[in-house]
């Protein structure tokens, strides 16, 4: 993988961050220690969307609707912050950009419990719930349904699904993922890697991926905790999006190269200079623009708005930025 095709504002973007990281603020962000009460101000809604908040037992929901619209489709998504950080603005607006990429679908957003407080299984559990809340009190069509997360959420949306088909319950249409984080022992080979290259998590271990206060009292190899140690036959189809330079790069190869031996449908993209959920930066940098042109492109394929050209899941590459493997 070349790193000289990433975009000038990628590498800018990619650079602040670095110089971000090197301050006295970056070792906060590193342990997670600003996720846990973040101070933002009030998220607006966009105009054409119903917006309600769900409460549950154990945590709340945030339904995001379009106005006037009802499609029978809706994104499931699971918010990253390491398994301690509660949601943020930035997935509100992930959640519109999800909404505008299955074409007026619906987006559940949970507010899911998190460590330390609430150590493993608590996420999957209440990822659990919402799914089922959506089965059953909303009545979506599995069929209809993309469970979608980036980071940990990425990771618990993997997780999710192996319960699902363990205990033979109904399984989503697909799986969007965002640099998932699926090895909570962090034994992969880009730990090493890219230990010096990955500018949000690099150059030190004392940051929120190491002895992840999530595990508790578990074994950090339980696939329902780490996915990467499952076995993923029986999968939906599954996008895999990830930077060349992160850490966790080898958390989404890796359950790639099991999900291929499945025969599974999957697509991987491997943007090139990109670090962690670089797809934050919204519509900021080329990379991330196409990123999310790659989601629609594959919530439009699941749900049948666009065909699949010859069996195969296919996107225009924009000047060579991304490399991508299918199947």
């Known amino acids: 993988m070349r790193t000289d095709k990433v975009s000038l504002r990628g590498r800018l973007v990619r650079d602040m961050i670095r110089n971000t990281m090197d301050s006295a603020m970056g070792h906060r962000i590193q342990t997670g220690e600003l996720r ?15 917006y309600e908040l769900v409460e549950l037992e154990n945590f709340s929901m945030e339904y995001l609707r379009p106005v006037q619209v009802s499609t029978g489709r809706v994104v499931l998504q699971l918010h990253g912050g390491g398994y301690i950080g509660p949601m943020k603005n930035i997935y509100r607006d992930f959640a ?9 679908g619906d987006v559940l957003t949970i507010d899911y419990r998190v460590a330390p407080e609430y150590p493993y299984p608590a996420a999957l559990e209440d990822a659990l719930e919402a799914y089922r809340w959506l089965l059953e009190e909303k009545k979506y069509a599995p069929q ?19 319960y699902l088909r363990d205990h033979g ?30 500018p949000q998590f690099g150059n030190t271990t004392d940051n929120l991926l190491h002895d992840s206060a999530y595990i ?15 076995e993923f036959w029986g999968m939906p189809p599954v996008l895999m999006q990830v930077g060349s330079e992160e850490v966790l790069l080898s958390d989404t190869l890796r359950v790639a190269d099991k999900l291929r031996m499945t025969k599974g449908k999957l697509r991987v993209s491997v943007y090139d200079g ?8 919204m519509r900021l940098i080329p990379e991330s623009r196409e990123a999310w042109e790659e989601v629609g ?3 439009q394929i699941l749900y049948g708005i666009r065909r699949k050209p010859e069996g195969k899941i296919v996107k225009r590459v924009k000047s060579g930025r991304r490399q991508g493997a299918g199947q």
């Open 297 to 299: 492109a594959f919530l």
């Open 96 to 104: 519109v950009c999800y909404s505008k990429q299955s074409m007026g």
């Open 169 to 198: 319950m109904a399984m989503p249409a697909g799986l969007a993922l965002m640099s998932p984080w699926t090895d909570l022992t962090c034994s992969g080979e880009s730990h090493k890697t890219n230990f010096h290259r990955d």
């Open 216 to 230: 508790g009292d578990a074994d950090p190899r339980d696939p329902y905790l780490s996915p990467v140690f499952g």
């Open 144 to 162: 209809k349904i993309v469970v979608a997360g980036d980071s940990a959420g990425g990771g618990l949306a993997l997780a999710l699904a192996l």
């Open 274 to 281: 990109m670090f962690h959920v670089f797809q934050m930066a």
């Open 36 to 50: 846990k009460n973040p101070v933002e101000p009030a998220w607006v809604r966009p105009q054409g969307y119903d």
